[in-house]
């Protein structure tokens, strides 16, 4: 005869406690801030009674102390602000942006500012005019009509004079036409 034989097997998970809603604590920034920005990705004309179920809105708040009104009243809230944020417009191509700049003495009025780029280029005749010493280079280029260039050389650290700030610039040398 048997007696008390163990049940061996798959055990259920308990399920948690339903704890009433007086006694849950209140929401914390970081649940805030997660409701905050889903409401932010929802569109200005889906209703309340709409996104509180599709994007599960009450889900943020399920062990707090927030009801579904508190749960509205922060979505219109959130709702607000975004009607008073500031749309920038998008504004016109402003052209060429060109900056003053001095390299061995002689002023140039209008050099086009660099841009980001990793390479810095000077035409040929600019460097014949300034006698600069051209170290030999195998670099080629091509640009965005599609025509390529060989580089003549490159001049390391060569000073150019912004403003009240001179900073060392490296220049790739190509036969380019000026305008």
């Excluded at 905050?36 to 996104?51: G, H, S």
């Amino acid at each position: 005869m048997q007696v008390d034989q163990a049940i061996v097997g798959r055990t259920l998970r308990k399920r948690k406690e339903k704890v009433p809603k007086h006694l849950k604590r209140g929401a914390n920034d970081k649940e805030t801030d997660s409701f905050t920005k889903r409401t932010l990705r929802i569109p200005m004309d889906k209703p309340f009674e709409e996104a509180h179920f599709t994007q599960r809105l009450w889900m943020f708040f399920r062990e707090t102390k927030e009801t579904e009104e508190d749960i509205m009243r922060m979505f219109h809230q959130v709702r607000e602000k975004m009607t008073q944020r500031l749309t920038l417009k998008k504004k016109s191509d402003p052209g060429k942006f060109v900056v003053t700049c001095l390299i061995g003495g002689i002023d140039y009025p209008s050099v086009l500012c660099d841009t980001g780029s990793s390479v810095n280029i000077l035409p040929k005749v600019m460097v014949d005019h300034l006698g600069l010493k051209i170290e030999p280079s195998e670099d080629s280029f091509t640009f965005v009509d599609c025509s390529q260039r060989n580089s003549e050389g490159i001049i390391r650290n060569l000073e150019v004079q912004i403003g009240n700030a001179l900073i060392p610039i490296d220049f790739h040398v190509l036969d380019i036409k000026l305008n």
